[in-house]
């Protein structure tokens, strides 16, 4: 089975701090997502990334930037987080192919920031 | 532009009434693909079907069924015989060639199956 984990399923921050999450797969996919899913808004890409060290931004990068150092890890970063930062971080995994493959989820990071 | 569009926000039915969620999608390509995915309370996305745009035939797994119609640019998620269990956050997403694996979801409609 695929395994994706997040490294939190809750966090509360303070306004202004750096906030990490971290994001694993298990199954040596190339691709690696972030989305943040607000009520109303469905999921929204924030960044992806096809391989080690790359990354592209997705449809709301502002305020955030990502990490690949290694294939199977894929950080998210609140470089300051804001209140409207508060969310639910959803982390996604895929295979590469010249045919979409489905992506696989992570069971989330609900975040909050006082 | 939406390219996903799922009207429904939230639907309540007794369990064990049929129930169709809806999904319109818009896209230039030949070449797409389509998804459904289940959010149960739990938070999870699971993975339910994924429909290429050269395959128009209806499927169905159990209780589940699809029906993708290109005419009309939709596919649409029928569950017979619902249950409690199915009480859930679904989302409808799309994938073109072009864009790679970069997927575009629906906002979702919320299924409450009420005993």
């Known amino acids: 089975d695929v395994k994706v984990t997040q490294s939190s399923r809750y966090l509360v921050k303070r306004t202004g701090e750096k906030v990490f999450l971290e994001c694993v797969q298990d199954?040596?996919?190339?691709?690696m997502f972030w989305y943040r899913q607000d009520p109303g808004l469905g999921l929204r890409l924030i960044y992806f990334s096809y391989d080690v060290k790359m990354k592209e931004k997705g449809d709301i990068p502002e305020g955030y930037s990502v990490s690949r150092e290694k294939k199977e890890r894929f950080s998210l970063i609140l470089e300051s987080a804001s209140t409207n930062q508060t969310s639910m971080y959803l982390c996604a995994s895929s295979a590469t192919s010249i045919r979409a493959y489905e992506q696989y989820f992570g069971p989330g990071t609900r975040l909050t920031v006082t | 532009a939406q390219k996903v569009t799922q009207a429904q926000t939230e639907i309540s039915v007794v369990e064990k009434e049929d129930v169709t969620l809806d999904c319109v999608y818009e896209?230039?390509?030949?070449?797409?693909?389509l998804f459904w995915y289940k959010q149960p309370p739990s938070g999870e996305l699971v993975f339910l079907i994924r429909?290429?745009?050269?395959?128009?035939q209806n499927e169905i797994s159990g209780r589940y069924s699809w029906n993708f119609q290109k005419s009309t640019s939709s596919f649409n998620f029928t569950i017979t015989a619902s249950q409690v269990v199915d009480s859930a956050v679904y989302f409808c997403a799309l994938s073109e060639e072009r864009t790679g694996n970069q997927f575009y979801f629906g906002t979702g409609t919320s299924l409450t199956v009420i005993p």
């Open positions: 199954m040596d996919h190339e691709n």
């Open positions: 429909r290429n745009s050269f395959d128009e």
């Open positions: 896209t230039r390509d030949t070449t797409y693909y």
